[in-house]
Every structure is written in C-alpha cells, then in structure tokens.
C-alpha cells in the first residue's frame, strides 16, 4: 500500500480500486461523530419543534435536518418518541462547601459549617449542561470555589457573585461592612467568561432596622455593584412594611434584573380577590425578569397554579438546588409541574434554554445552532398519574411528567442511565468479552465514545 502511494502509477491503481468497492466500504470514515435520529427537536431559539435529525462533530453541532443517513455517524442513537432539545440551563443553583479553607485538615477546615452546596455534576441528571450559581460566593471566596469546583465540573459552571464578600457562609450576608461594591465589581471584571451577574439574599428579613441596617442596603449595594460591572442583578427578597415588594420590582429593578423566588410565600402575587396583581405586568413592560428558584422554601402551589390559570409564567425555569432539597428537587421535576399545569413544553422548553441564556447575555447557549457547543438534552414525556409537592407541603396531582434520559456536554454522552447510546450487551464487540490480563489491557469496553 505505502509503494503504491509512492509512484503516480500506484495512485492511479489506488483510485480505481476505491471506484471498484462496494459503496458501503467507502463509509469508513464518517462525517459525524454523534447522531441523534428521528428525535423530536424543540430549538426555540431557532423556531424548530418537528421531528428532526441532530448531527455532532466533536464538540460542537454539526447538522440538523430533517433525515441524516445513520451511516453519516460513528454512534446512532435512536431518539424516536423522545424529545431533543438544547441542553437546558438552570440559573439558580448553589455548588461548593460553602468557603472552608481548601486543607480540610487545618483546624478552621475541620470547623465549617454544613456543607450547603451540591456537587455540580448532579445537574447533568436532568438535561441540565449549564448551571449558574447563585452567589454561594463572594469576592473574598469565588477562587476557591472556581479552583475547587467551577474548574473541575463536567457541566459547564457560571456564576452570579455575592454581593457579600464571603458569599453565603456563616451568616454574613448579614454584615453590611461586607456589601463591598467596589471590590464585588473588580471580582466580576476580572473573570468576565464565568461570572455572569450579582446575587444579594436572605438580608434583615425579621430584625428591627438599626443604623448599620437600613431597608434597602442590600439591594442598593448589589445594584451599585451591577451597574459598575455591567452586569444584571439577581434578587432574593423579603418585603416588610418599610421595603415593599412593589418598590423593589417598580423602582429598584433595572431593565435585565432577574427577581428569583417569585412564587415563594412572602410575595402579593395575587390580590384579594385572586386577580393577579397588576404590578407584575408593569415591571415586566419595564424589563424586569421573573425567575422560579424553587427552592426548599420558595415555591407555593396557591401562587403558582392561579397565577399561570391567568397567564403569568416566570420568565425562566430554576431549581435553586442545594443541600437541604436534592433529593426531592430536579429542574426537570420543576419544568414537570408547569407542564401539569398546562403550559405547553415548548413555552417550558423556551424558558428553560433562550430565554436563561440571555437573561446572563450568554446567546451562545441554549440553542442548537449549527457550530455551536454540542450541549444537548434528550428528554421524554411521561404520562400517568403523578404527585407534586410544594414548600408548603401541599400536593397537586398531574397527567404528565418530563425525565431526562440523556445529556450530551460538548459533544461527550454525560448521562444515559438507560444505555440509550450502548449496544446491547450480548452484540458488544469481542474485547468487551476479554478478562484484563496479559495481552487484554482493561478496561475491556463495549466502545470508545467519550462519556
Ligand atoms: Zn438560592
């Protein structure tokens, strides 16, 4: 073969016997490393919602159309009956230890308060390639939190800085010698590709006012912050008779300012005679944006069913995982209770990709735009009959139920618990029948696509 290359001759010879071949042996090298066929693709930001093939090529979308040849790919995956969208994005989530040292082995490690933050990679259960911590760290912890987790995860990691120099550890978000706007701002614009905004919670939401805290310091502070680094702000709030809720989201809000948390207790989402209040509309009409952030403690079924009854669904889906709520929360498990509801998936689909996306002014996600990161959710809708609980613990029943069943980051199958893109065992190839040992290097695998 290698003389034949050599002489023009031998190259002549090479190309009529490649002629010759039976087409199928011309298919060795295919175009596409991943092909995801006959799935239901619902790209809001590209206006598709129809069965439609989805090409990868490495990191990145390759192609979609509706009929690729499966022999244009390394790996078929049959995705018919299922639905195919852009890996979704959950901007309201809390990762990390909460700030102790990175030695755990020094006496102040040893002491820090419970862990509060999941582990990032949890998300990628759910469809989920994108999270945005919600200020789980400030300007004096963020380091540690990217060298310790953000560098380290498989799902891409973004972040909304606290306005708290310690972010949320130890109760300081209290403490507003530590609201440094200046010093939250530099943070911000020194790490431009991960910190996507500001984050102020849980401030004064009981205590008599003194001189250290007045109503607003949190909120201003974490404005002054937004605007200096051009970046949006997002608020969890508690109203009280000198801090109403109506000021915050009429007058205190920018344009792009994300309130989390809407359908949590403490808010007049509803008038007394169950109308929604008209408030919402007006800090909508000037740009102000409505996050779920469900939580262990924001989500209210008496909220959420009469306000989405009259068409007001929270601009963006969100979990607000942490630590205390894993282990009944999930954003499909969120994005589930809107779809009982009644709100169509594609308006769920829409507000838990696009519309996340550019709520932190990352336009490149959330879509499955050809040459764009191959960031994909494969998810399947369930129907039965199935509970719902809220933050009250109350119930609501529902017909329908939506599961992730694989999750593509950058091109890499990150979750498939159902093997929808492995072979069925008894056809792997020979070496996934091999015992390691001399001459049989483990691990003995049923094939080599990056997981
Ligand atoms: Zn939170």
Redesign the pocket.
Known sequence: MREWTKTPLGAAASLVIILGMPANTLAQTPRYDLLLKGGHVIDPANHVDAVTDVAVSKDKIAAVEKEIPASQAEKVVDASGLYVTPGLIDI???IGHGGAPLDWFTPEGRAHTAPYGIPADLALQAGVTTIVD??SSGAETFLLEKQEVIDRAKVRVLAFLNIVANGMQGGLEQTVDQMDAERCAETIKKYPDIIVGV?T?HYWTEEPWDAEHTPWAAVDKAEECGTAANVPVMF?FWPRPDRSYAELILKKMRPGDIH??VFAQQFPILLPDGKINPILAEARARGVIFDV?H?AG?FWFRSAVPAVKQSFIPDSMST?L?TGNFTVLSLTEVMSKFLAMGVPLEDIIRRSTVNPAQEIHRPELGTLSVGKEADIAVLEQLNGSFGYVDCGFARMDGKVKLVARMTVRAGRIVWDPSGLSMVEWEKARPQYFNMPGPGHPAPAKADDFPR
């Open positions: 309201h989530v809390h919600a200020g984050k919670a969890d989390t948390h952030g939580g924001s607000d942490h």
